[in-house]
């Protein structure tokens, strides 16, 4: 846009500009997805066309921010379905949010992928990088999606591609683990399908609309329980990928899957699909004065804040260093939809800046485990003692994850919560505070005993993990299941005993501590997630997310 049109219309005030770079960013999967397969046999050139388009989308989506900014939405019209609905792909604010997450965590995720899976020798290594790329290239078309209809066509790609992914290793565990995730997200999918249903009945549209469809307010007066029951199946929906509870219970046990995946099920592509489909729905289907209207955000916040508190709860009961990850995934996802739910601006930010905050801290998370993992088979909390001499930048790394996660100042995580306790104040939902300052509580209990594990706990006087053993509101059982799967017997977790009986080799020049294509991709998020916190202003994000909520308010005052 010339700076002569640019001053010509409203600060928030956006113009459509046509343009190939949202579609071209759709067209390198179905191209990497074919070179890989044909180069199956040539594992470095499989690799590098991996990285490459990880590399091109991310600089295609990258190199849209600039007039996303200056308020341009560019859209590719890729013809009409059916009368009133346009197979439209479309890059605006909201969505360049999503994408610039997606692609580029996902060049770190390939990088790290490459250490990983050859370091652990594992099976079917081109449908994974193939699957990768697709899962990925469906969550960019979720984020560039223009309407519901093309938004639910990606969405059911995304869980068709990561399907494989979970029951990766094609056991009788992975293959229950992925017939769990299909039946949850297929069944997410048949309800956002109902909503749409209703929504278009209601408003004869389906486009995303800044600030709410056009007509929905006055529509949703009339007609109210249909609107709320249209709101309830979008959400409701949106909300199984998200991992609210009642609908989480596929999230743990996609634990199964090699570590790459539980970092694109938990930081870049699946859950926060999710999150951001409640994001569309409450910001560019219904618009926030509407919901608000509705009565909708006050039981989105109670089912939100319900479900930070009992599944940091369940993090306590994890020794599985992946299961007590994904409880915190759980609850961390809420953080966004509790600041969605809040309906001001603050909230809305900090709903919206928990997206990469989040990602970039879980993401680290996930990689460092899987370090820990391949380097030294370390898989349960109760193994770690003194790994941190082992393994210091990974573990440090652990460590500055977790403090974000807890929301400690100068940490990305600081600065989302921070907007949503704001924003809970604005709204006058002043228990928003006490259940994010009992939430940091429960995410230091459940982290920092890691952390104290590794660092300052000597192998030889290891103690028994997790920190919560009991039943909650009853005694031990010693004959009982643990939280995580095995049994109290089960000490020694089917391999050697960790930590080994004479202590862990220190980190050396001569004692390599893993291998550099997983040490760059953690170190790489650390820092991103420490970026974030310190200068958030010097991170698009802050600019992008300012731009969607002053558009969606002002429209939907």
């Known amino acids: 846009m010339s700076s002569l049109a640019a001053a010509a219309v409203p600060a928030t005030a956006t113009t459509e500009v046509w343009s190939l770079r949202p579609a071209a960013v759709l067209?390198?999967?179905?191209?990497?997805?074919?070179?890989?397969?044909l180069s199956k046999d040539r594992p470095n050139v499989r690799e590098g066309w991996s990285l490459l388009a990880a590399v091109s989308m991310f600089a295609i989506v990258a190199s849209m921010v600039p007039p996303v900014l200056d308020g341009q939405v560019l859209y590719t019209d890729l013809g009409t379905f059916v009368s009133d609905i346009e197979l439209q792909i479309r890059a605006d604010a909201l969505g360049m949010v999503f994408a610039l997450v997606s692609s580029g965590l996902y060049v770190v995720t390939v990088l790290y992928s490459i250490g990983y899976m050859r370091g652990h020798h594992e099976p079917?290594?081109?449908?994974f990088f193939a699957m990768l790329c697709t899962s990925v290239g469906a969550a960019l078309g979720v984020a560039f999606a223009a309407n519901l209809f093309v938004l639910l066509i990606f969405y059911e790609i995304l869980t068709l591609a990561t399907y494989p992914l979970v029951a990766h290793d094609e056991s009788r565990e992975a293959r229950v683990s992925g017939f769990k995730y299909l039946a949850y997200a297929l069944s997410g999918g048949i309800a956002i399908f109902g909503g749409m249903i209703v929504v278009f009945a209601l408003t004869g549209d389906i486009s995303f609309t800044r600030g709410g469809i056009e007509g929905m307010a006055a529509i949703a007066e009339e007609n109210t329980w249909a609107?709320?029951?249209?709101?309830?199946?979008l959400a409701g929906g949106f909300a199984v990928k998200a991992g609210l509870m009642p609908v989480h219970a596929w999230l743990p046990s996609a634990m199964v899957a090699p570590t790459p995946v539980s970092g694109l099920l938990h930081a870049v592509a699946v859950v926060k699909a999710g999150a951001f489909g409640i994001a569309r729905t409450v910001i560019d289907v219904f618009g926030p004065a509407t919901v608000g209207d509705l009565g909708m955000g006050v039981p989105l916040a109670i089912l939100a804040a319900t479900t930070i508190l009992v599944a940091s709860l369940f993090a306590l009961r994890q020794?599985?260093?992946?299961?007590?990850?994904?409880?915190?995934?759980?609850?961390?996802?809420s953080y966004i939809v509790l600041g969605l739910s809040l309906l001001t601006s603050l909230g809305l930010m900090g709903g919206l800046l928990h997206i990469p905050a989040h990602a970039f801290a879980k993401l680290t998370l996930f990689l460092c485990a899987g370090a820990l993992y391949i380097e030294l088979d370390v898989k349960y909390i109760s193994e770690m003692a003194g790994v941190g001499k082992r393994m210091p930048i990974t573990m440090g790394a652990f460590g500055l994850a977790s403090f974000s996660m807890a929301g400690i100042p100068v940490l990305a995580g600081f600065v989302s919560k921070w907007h949503i306790m704001a924003g809970g104040v604005d709204?006058?939902?002043?228990?928003?505070?006490?259940?994010?300052?009992?939430?940091g509580a429960l995410n230091i209990a459940y982290f920092w005993p890691i952390v104290y594990t590794a660092f300052f706990e000597d192998e030889e006087a290891a103690g028994q993990k997790p920190v919560v053993e009991h039943r909650f509101g009853g005694e031990t059982d010693h004959a009982a299941i643990r939280p995580d799967g095995g049994t109290s017997a089960d000490d020694h977790h089917g391999h050697e005993q960790l930590p080994p009986a004479d202590g862990w080799d220190r980190a050396s020049l001569r004692v390599e501590e893993t291998t550099v294509l997983m040490l760059v991709p953690l170190m790489t998020t650390a820092t991103l997630m420490l970026l974030f916190g310190i200068a958030p202003d010097r991170m698009v994000f802050l600019e992008l997310i300012q731009l969607i909520v002053d558009g969606a308010m002002e429209v939907s005052a």
């Open 27 to 37: 067209a390198i999967p179905i191209v990497a997805i074919s070179l890989i397969f």
């Open 124 to 127: 079917f290594q081109t449908r």
């Open 227 to 233: 609107a709320r029951g249209a709101f309830a199946l």
């Open 319 to 333: 020794d599985n260093l992946k299961a007590r990850l994904a409880y915190s995934t759980i609850a961390q996802l």
């Open 427 to 439: 709204a006058g939902y002043l228990l928003v505070v006490p259940v994010l300052v009992l939430s």
